[in-house]
């Protein structure tokens, strides 16, 4: 099995940065397509970021294009949102997923617990 761990959550004031980051571990990280998912309070989850298994290709959410960056390590097992311009309307749970097709779809085999992202006014 896949296991992947988010961290680097927390609270941020409005036009802040955070880093996230998702450890991954079991086998073949450098083989998935990983994404970042987030569920806001009273919202279906849904999709933010995503990059291919060499990082050669990324695709964002319109909400966020401009101001999140999703980058791999695939020596670290690690994929990351670098996330600038922080509003309030991204505050949410942040998930990371992992699957060899899936793209923007929430159709990932392997996710993780998820990580808070509160951003204050």
């Known amino acids: 099995q896949v296991q992947l761990v988010e961290s680097g959550g927390g609270l941020v004031q409005a036009g802040g940065s955070l880093r996230l980051s998702c450890a991954a571990s079991?086998?073949?990280?450098?083989?998935?397509?990983m994404a970042w998912f987030r569920r806001a309070p009273g919202k279906e989850r849904e999709f933010v970021a995503a990059?291919?298994?060499?990082?050669?290709?990324?695709t964002y959410a319109d909400s966020v294009k401009g101001r999140f960056t999703i980058s791999r390590d695939n020596a670290k097992n690690t994929v990351y949102l670098q996330m600038t311009n922080l509003k309030p309307e991204d505050t949410a749970v942040y998930y990371c997923?992992?699957?060899?097709?899936?793209?923007?779809?929430?159709?990932?085999?392997?996710w993780g617990q998820g990580t808070q992202v509160t951003v204050s006014s």
């Open positions: 997923a992992a699957d060899r097709t899936a793209w923007v779809s929430s159709q990932y085999s392997y």
């Open positions: 079991g086998r073949t990280f450098s083989g998935n397509i």
């Open positions: 990059i291919s298994g060499s990082g050669g290709r990324t």
